[in-house]
């Protein structure tokens, strides 16, 4: 005599009394349950509309399939690939977090996400962080270096301080390119947060007084 298997369920739609049976279960589920919970328990009665099902399921594996999509982008860059980045979201939003060392190395990630196709929303959750424990002296130590070593900057006009990281440029200068640089630049250095300019182009600054004199005598023929 063959062994009863009493998990096996007859094949064929649910009896009468199993059907009741699983109506009660669905209604004695409490509003917080989860959904997906009630949808297991539809199929089995049938009640579930399994088209519905399909597009469902679908839009989850085409959300998941951008942040993936993206988390190999960040994976092969260059310049972030070596800090394990983790991505999340849902639909077009796109979340980062992980370590990073530097500033440009945040923004850059932020970039990469805001310009990749599909993405509508980029949340950056991302830690700048040091090796051991690092000043304010530390850092517009960093700073400068970093301005002293890049081209498009001078010193003479520009200079930097930073206080609990966050660095401040200041000075003047005739060129706006050259204030951006120095910003790029300044948020390359271990420890920055955040980058502030307080650089003012010498148009706006710095008026010899002859230009003074005339822009007074045009005033006053005016008037």
Do not use: C
């Amino acid at each position: 005599m063959s062994e009863k298997n009493y998990f096996h369920r007859p094949a064929g739609s649910p009896q009468p009394r199993e059907r009741e049976s699983q109506k009660a279960q669905l209604k004695s589920l409490s509003h917080g349950e989860s959904k997906d919970v009630k949808r297991k328990i539809a199929y089995q009665t049938g009640e579930e509309d399994w088209e519905e099902k399909a597009r469902s399921a679908h839009e989850k594996e085409g959300h998941g399939e951008l942040q993936s999509r993206f988390q190999d982008v960040l994976d092969s860059d260059k310049d972030l690939k070596g800090y394990g980045l983790n991505v999340r979201g849902g639909g077009g939003e796109v979340e980062i977090s992980g370590i990073v060392d530097t500033l440009s190395e945040s923004k850059r990630a932020e970039e990469l996400a805001a310009s990749f196709p599909g993405v509508q929303k980029v949340v950056n959750d991302l830690t700048i962080s040091t090796d051991g424990n690092i000043t304010d002296a530390d850092v517009t130590k960093e700073v400068r270096e970093e301005l002293n070593a890049d081209p498009r900057v001078d010193l003479s006009h520009i200079g930097a301080e930073a206080h609990g990281g966050a660095v401040i440029l200041m000075g003047s200068t005739e060129n706006p390119d050259e204030i951006e640089a120095a910003k790029q630049t300044a948020a390359k250095a271990r420890g920055v947060r955040k980058v502030v300019s307080q650089v003012k182009l010498k148009d706006d600054f710095d008026m010899s007084l002859e230009g003074i004199f005339h822009s007074q005598v045009r005033n006053d023929e005016e008037d």
